[in-house]
Structure formats: C-alpha cells, structure tokens
C-alpha cells in the first residue's frame, strides 16, 4: 500500500525528492512520517506530516534542508531533499499510522511500510 521512488545517488550538496505513493484502504491513515536506516543502526525519524491537522515535523538533522508535502488527494506525499550531506546517506522508508490524533512520531505506531528507497550522497 506504500510504494517509495525517487532514491539515488547525489553529490554532496544536490536534491533528490522522494515519492510515497499511497494506495488502497487508506482513510484509516492519520499521517505519513519518513524514516531513514542505515546497515546496522536503528532506524531514524526524519519528518512526517498530519492528515488531521496538516502538521509537519522535522527532526533537527535535517530541518531548513528537507520539505515534507502531499498532495490535495492524500495519495502521494513527498519529501523534498536539498543540500544533501554523506550523513544523510541510508535507506528512507515511508509509513502510515492509524493510531491518534493526534499523530504521534513513533516507529512503533506506524503500523504500514514501504520496502525503502536507497539514498547515496558521496563525491
């Protein structure tokens, strides 16, 4: 039901825009948060955005930098990446939660994934 596009590789300082394409039974959904892993640590919180309320958050690593948005039908939501840095190198993961309002940024609420888009920025 959630189906991330748009990774790749980038030099430091370019943008990439992430896609989360939502389908089927979804207006259960509250809000989509991006998270992000890299190979052998947990899973970081990086924004999310309210279907309640048109809420976003940011987690300070990547605020001024990244843009979360949807679009008016709910059925995509994106995350706009500029001045990309290697730390920001890892697989980004979009997820639905069912659980508020309101919505609460918390892995372990978010209970719909996608499979993950890798994300490489190096020289």
């Known amino acids: 039901q959630l189906v991330e596009s748009g990774g790749g590789s980038v030099q430091p300082g370019g943008s990439l825009k992430l896609s989360c394409t939502i389908s089927?039974?979804?207006?259960?959904?509250?809000?989509i948060g991006w998270f992000r892993q890299v190979p052998g640590k947990e899973r970081e919180r990086v924004s999310c955005?309210?279907?309640?309320?048109?809420?976003?958050y940011y987690e300070d690593s990547v605020k001024g930098r990244f843009t979360i948005s949807r679009d008016s039908a709910k059925t995509t939501v994106y995350l706009q990446m500029n001045s990309l840095k290697p730390e920001d190198t890892a697989i980004y993961y979009c997820?639905?939660?069912?659980?508020?309002?309101?919505?609460?940024?918390?892995?372990?609420?978010?209970?719909?994934w996608g499979q993950g888009t890798q994300v490489t920025v190096s020289s």
């Open positions: 997820a639905a939660s069912t659980v508020g309002p309101p919505l609460v940024f918390r892995p372990s609420l978010f209970g719909y």
């Open positions: 089927g039974f979804t207006s259960g959904f509250l809000g």
């Open positions: 955005v309210s279907f309640y309320d048109d809420s976003t």
